[in-house]
């Protein structure tokens, strides 16, 4: 397999997920300054240009959760997503698209208006809304884990990637002293082998 990659972005979830399943894979990393990820080459792969993106044999695919989800589905002796038809898969599919749906682009606002462009090119009333939406979604993911180990059924599933990699997103933006259970359930997940492999560097 060969994941396409960059520090600090959401192939960090891919690349969790490649470790927890224990495959074997290439990292091809971009650094976002050399504007390579915009070249025709990959956005032959990725038609956004953004990453991650997975080539697993003759299979291209690109979304975080969807790269997530054909993991655990492609490992099923991992066990990293709960039976067909049950309710816990039921949960799952729904964090596995509230994350990328609903939480990543209140994140991203706020992180290119509070941190990534310049301070010129800042919107703040765009950050303040984003912070505003980020109180009912931190409330939500907070009650969802209280003080579970896991977000769903449990044992440890693709759904821990995507919500783990967002909680160390809200973490990234100071804002997981706010909610003390998705902080204590963060630090559980960033103990992982898997997790510590997938962000070593
Ligand atoms: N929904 C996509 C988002 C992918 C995405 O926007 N990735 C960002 C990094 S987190 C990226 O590659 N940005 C580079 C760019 O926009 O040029 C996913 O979850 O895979």
């Known amino acids: ?3 396409y990659f960059s520090p600090y972005t959401r192939a960090g979830r891919a690349r969790w997920m490649l470790e927890e399943v224990e495959a ?52 099923p002796d991992k066990k990293l997503a709960p039976a067909l038809g049950s309710h816990a898969r039921a949960h799952y599919y729904k964090w596995m698209v509230y994350v990328p749906a609903t939480v990543d682009p209140v994140l991203e606002t706020l992180t290119m208006h509070t941190r990534l462009l310049p301070e010129d090119k800042r919107n703040p009333a765009l950050a303040a809304d984003a912070d505003k939406k980020l109180k009912t979604i931190g409330a939500v993911l907070e009650a969802s884990i209280g003080h579970k180990k896991f977000i769903v ?30 902080a204590a359930y ?12 997938a962000y070593a560097d």
């Open 153 to 182: 059924g449990d044992s440890f599933t693709g759904a821990d990637v995507i919500l783990g990699s967002a909680a160390g997103w809200l973490g990234f933006l100071g804002k997981l002293g706010d909610y003390p259970n998705l």
């Open 24 to 75: 074997k894979y290439e990292l091809v990393k971009f650094s976002f300054a050399t504007g390579d990820h915009k070249k025709p080459e990959y956005l032959a792969i990725h038609p956004h240009g953004v990453v991650p993106a997975l080539e697993d044999g003759d299979l291209h695919l690109f979304e975080s959760s969807a790269i997530v989800m054909h993991l655990a589905d492609a490992f």
């Open 1 to 3: 397999m060969k994941l």
């Open 186 to 197: 963060h630090k559980a997940m960033s103990e992982r082998p898997a997790y510590k492999r």
